[in-house]
């Protein structure tokens, strides 16, 4: 059967479904994570009313695959912002009003599992074993424009005091340079919210014929942590595009509007 294994990531098959690990980050016991593949599937919270069964047992599951406590997990509204919550002791649940409008979590309270849904946006878990501190982000091509992912490493720095070059980030699998295509619009928004980048250019291939772009934005999210003080060896990328593998992944581009969705999950594993 079709594999995801490289050098950066491990697919695990359990009874109820695939996932995929950073080698990386196993090498922490303190810690636990994944990304779910298919046929897990944690839906959206416009999907929840129909799904609403589907997203729980999932992540149920999840939390048995993980050995943690299904209450541990703590889920917001997502709405491509860049708001990023800090969650705090018995700070839980799945869409609690307190996190509407929310695209980051950052926690160092064991015994919590951050998840976020993705559908072709980019995850970006983050891990500090200086400070044992842990952030989710959901890093859609809007919070990548936004810089989201900068946004984390400040808040990790202010709220945790994590030094920006203990700090680990693995991208998680999203829709990368091969499919991610765009109008000229778009482009343009990247090319001027990107103008500090020393060559912006060469983060994106032209279609002149069609007039399309395709953005790397697995290349800026790299660059954007780099500028934010992480080292290159810190940056740990899945290798994954979520619409090549389609048949692994939950991909928006691939499947519209009846997409299911991923769950990236980190947590802090409570001391025994
Ligand atoms: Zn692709």
């Given amino acids: 059967m079709h594999n995801l294994t490289n050098r950066n990531v491990i697919q695990m098959d359990s009874e109820h ?21 298919k046929p897990w599937d944690v839906g959206t919270l416009s999907t929840w009313e129909k799904k609403e069964e589907t997203a729980r047992n999932t992540i149920k599951e999840i939390a048995e695959e993980l050995q943690t406590d299904e209450q541990a997990f703590v889920r917001p509204c997502q709405t491509h912002s860049d708001h990023i919550r800090r969650i705090g002791e018995g700070e839980r649940g799945i869409y609690p009003d307190f996190l509407a409008d929310t695209d980051g979590l950052v926690t160092d309270v064991p015994g919590t599992a951050l998840l976020l849904g993705f559908g072709d946006c980019t995850p970006l878990l983050f891990y500090d074993p200086v400070q044992k501190a842990i952030a989710n982000i959901h890093s859609g091509w809007r919070g990548t424009l936004a810089r ?76 954007m942590l780099r500028l934010a003080g992480l080292k290159e060896e810190n940056i740990i990328d899945s290798e994954v595009c979520t619409v090549c593998e389609s048949s692994l992944c939950h991909s928006y581009r691939a499947e519209k509007a009846a997409s299911g969705r991923m769950a990236a999950v980190i947590g802090i594993r409570k001391p025994e």
């Fill in 148 to 223: 989201i992912g900068s946004k984390a490493v400040t808040r990790m720095q202010e709220e945790f005091g994590s030094r920006p070059e203990d700090l680990i980030c693995c991208i998680g699998p999203h829709i990368r340079s091969c499919h991610f295509e765009v109008d000229e619009d778009v482009y343009r928004m990247f090319a001027e919210g990107f103008s500090d980048f020393a060559d912006f250019e060469t983060f994106v291939r032209r279609d002149a014929a069609r007039n399309k772009y395709f953005i790397d934005t697995t290349a800026i999210n790299t660059e």
């Fill in 17 to 37: 479904s695939s996932y995929l690990q950073f080698r990386r980050l196993l090498e922490y016991p303190g810690l636990f994570h994944m990304i779910t593949l």
